[in-house]
């Protein structure tokens, strides 16, 4: 019997009929429909239930929610009685106003910055919508049950959240005295079919040439970084990237949020705990990623590096772990390289500078940078090869790269592929292992 997403909504407070900032008729809408769903409640028979399983507990509140409204004759003469019906359930079982955008597959971030504002992302491109909630109770109340379902708590103590849906959608709230304005929420969602390769090609995310060496870099057990802005498509493109590893290998994924989504047998996820509310009990990427060393992985895939634990992951990479990955925020390559040392030094270790320089040359073999482009495409910008260092400073080759040349007449970006020329030094590798690239793959040219 599954009642948790009923109970869930039980365990809230029903938002009252209080005036709404911006009155109009969408918020008066939300204010009959959460005295409506307050009755709905006060109706509900807990005795009878919980003996139902899902299903027949839906039928069962959507029958209560027909008659009551059915003796509302003064309320159906101005309200449509079906959407009214449809929206009290999402209010007992789903994320209430939002849910109809987490139903449309062409949603890819929901952005609530108040109750009365509420922004939407498709294809790419932002739109403010006319979605309104009662107040910011009624918000409140969404927030603190997505939070509850996994496990976290948010409130004055705790006025920040990271959270994940079952669907793998990403999560974060903020609640007063820490937002200035009200509750907000955001959601990154992630499609029910992830992108795969043949997608990013389709989409001219990323070109045949690239897909051809990053496949054999990763057969090959290439240390590969991944780096990108915030919507870039770096998780996206590492989760396509576990696909090219070889069956037979132990693979140990850590997240802080869980979002990758590896088609493939043979691997243990690990998810961070934050304090609990007494600030205990906490565990980190950094004591996740010491723990999966002894847990006999072939690779470890880390999903975003952010602080201490990167030297831990640069230190498996250099002792058996090869061909493991990991992403980082960065606006370029370079960038990726200095966030990357930055984060080396908050290990705790006072290390130089060109000791944990010489640790990431030996480490890293290949960055892959994406970017976020205008009207909403997502490119991989520069594939580069890390070849030792030279002065002290990075001897980095640019391998394949994307040019823009101008937007289109529909807004978005364009631009075209190319190769440099520069053959990497890591093909040595992949033939002694017995991986044959195209001759002509790496020559100077426009490629895709």
């Known amino acids: 019997m599954n009642t948790e997403m009923y109970t869930t909504s039980l ?39 919980t003996k139902l ?60 910055n108040g109750p009365h504002e509420v922004y939407v992302e498709r294809f790419g491109r932002l739109q403010e919508t006319n979605t309104v909630f009662a107040d910011d109770d009624h918000l409140l109340q969404i927030i603190q049950r997505i939070v509850s379902r996994v496990g976290r708590r948010i409130d004055e103590m705790s006025p920040m959240v990271d959270a994940r849906l079952p669907d793998g959608s990403r999560v974060n709230a903020i609640i007063p005295p820490l937002a200035l304005g009200g509750p907000t929420l955001s959601i990154r969602r992630f499609g029910a079919k992830p992108l795969e390769i043949d997608d990013l090609l389709d989409l001219e995310s990323i070109c045949p040439e690239m897909v051809t060496f990053l496949q054999a870099a990763v057969a090959g057990r290439i240390n ?92 498996a990479m250099n002792t058996g772990h090869e061909g493991s990955l990991t992403t980082i925020h960065a606006n370029d390559t370079d960038d990726a390289l200095s966030r ?47 070849d030792g260092l030279d002065g002290g400073e990075y001897r980095v080759q640019e391998l394949f790269g994307f040019r823009q040349a101008g937007v289109a007449d529909d807004g978005t970006a364009k631009g ?23 001759a002509d793959l790496f020559c100077d040219r426009t490629i895709g």
């Not at 006072?350 to 892959?368: C, D, F, G, K, N």
């Open 340 to 386: 990357l040392e930055v984060m080396v030094s908050m290990a705790g270790f006072e290390l130089p500078v060109m000791v944990i320089r010489r640790y990431i040359a030996s480490a890293i073999t290949l960055v892959v940078h994406l970017a976020r482009l205008k009207g909403g495409v997502r490119r991989v910008m520069r594939i580069s090869e890390i």
């Open 416 to 438: 075209e592929f190319y190769s440099t020329g520069n053959t990497p030094r890591c093909m040595r590798r992949l033939h002694e292992l017995g991986i044959e690239l195209p």
């Open 11 to 49: 365990d809230m407070n029903t938002p009252g009929a209080a005036t709404a900032q911006t009155d109009g008729p969408e918020s008066e809408f939300q204010r009959l429909k959460t005295r409506a769903h307050r009755e709905l409640i006060d109706s509900l028979d807990l005795s009878r239930i």
């Open 53 to 112: 399983d899902e299903p027949r507990l839906r039928r069962h509140i959507r029958s209560l929610a027909e008659g009551m409204l059915r003796d509302k004759s003064a309320l159906l003469e101005t309200v449509d009685e079906e959407r009214l019906v449809d929206e009290l359930m999402a209010e007992s079982f789903g994320l209430g106003p939002l849910e109809p955008y987490m139903q449309d597959p062409d949603v890819s971030d929901i952005l609530v």
């Open 224 to 315: 590969i970084l991944i780096s990108g802005g915030t919507g870039s498509g770096k998780t996206t493109l590492l989760n396509n990237l576990s696909r090219f590893i070889p069956d037979g290998e132990r693979l140990v994924t850590i997240e802080d949020s869980a979002e990758l989504m590896l088609q493939r047998r043979h691997v243990v996820r690990l998810e961070t705990r934050p304090a609990n509310a007494e600030g205990h009990g906490e565990v980190t990427q950094r004591d996740m990623v010491r723990n999966s060393l002894r847990m006999r992985p072939d690779r470890i895939i880390l999903g975003e590096a952010r602080g201490g634990e990167a030297l831990d992951m640069l230190q």
